[in-house]
T-cell receptor
Framework: AQSVTQLDSQVPVFEEAPVELRCNYS??????LFWYVQYPNQGLQLLLK??????LVKGINGFEAEFNKSQTSFHLRKPSVHISDTAEYFC?????????FGKGTRLHILP | DTGVSQNPRHKITKRGQNVTFRCDPI?????LYWYRQTLGQGPEFLTY????????KSRLLSDRFSAERPKGSFSTLEIQRTEQGDSAMYLC?????????????FGPGTRLLVL
């Protein structure tokens, strides 16, 4: 069965510092990978996606992620965070037309 | 493109009552999905439609839950005899089927509180 593991439930980071949110997936078939962001009391917004091709994917708001097939990872990074990045971030895989989400990582930006 | 819309945004009900939520997908999208998100968890798949046909239902979707998409446009999700455990955010998503179009676009959700 496919699954997604987000290794950190919460990540505190100082404003303007870099951040990495970790994600590992398990699947016996090729997958499509996504990162979604959820701001308080809102729905999910797509940050970026990996479907095929280049393993380094750039998304909105300065985020990027790298697909690593051998390590089955899809970690999300941003070189310098802003207070407006405070949100919950979900890593997800799409298999058989369903999206399977991780439990989420809450990003706390410290002043 | 007005995005996926959901109504109502919030619903408070008493245990045992029936509730119905509506989702309007992006107009050209033929696939529509329902997910449930409980506090502190990621969304979990409930069911999805291609046009008016319901193609798959999760085991999470008990007999008290029913979803319809009668004309292949908007969809409704009904919960009968609500229980406190049904309290959650119900998310709708849509996409157009076809290669390279795997991204699902989510609505703002309907937050249900069962007292």
């Amino acid at each position: 069965a496919q699954s997604v593991t987000q290794l950190d439930s919460q990540v505190p980071v100082f404003e303007e510092a870099p951040v990495e949110l970790r994600c590992n997936y398990s699947s016996s078939v090729s997958v499509y990978l996504f990162w979604y962001v959820q701001y308080p009391n809102q729905g999910l917004q797509l940050l970026l996606k990996y479907l095929s091709g280049s393993t380094l994917v750039k998304g909105i708001n300065g985020f990027e992620a790298e697909f690593n097939k051998s390590q089955t990872s899809f970690h999300l990074r941003k070189p310098s965070v802003h207070i407006s990045d405070t949100a919950e971030y979900f890593c997800a895989v799409s298999v058989d037309d369903k999206i399977i989400f991780g439990k989420g990582t809450r990003l706390h930006i410290l002043p | 493109d007005t995005g996926v819309s959901q109504n109502p945004r919030h619903k408070i009900t008493k245990r045992g009552q029936n509730v119905t939520f509506r989702c309007d997908p992006i107009s050209e999208h033929n696939r529509l999905y329902w997910y449930r998100q409980t506090l502190g968890q990621g969304p979990e798949f409930l069911t999805y439609f291609q046009n008016e046909a319901q193609l798959e239902k999760s085991r999470l979707l008990s007999d008290r839950f029913s979803a319809e998409r009668p004309k292949g446009s908007f969809s409704t999700l009904e919960i009968q005899r609500t229980e406190q455990g049904d309290s959650a955010m119900y998310l709708c998503a849509s996409r157009q089927s076809g290669g390279g179009r795997e991204t699902q676009y989510f609505g703002p959700g309907t937050r249900l509180l069962v007292l």
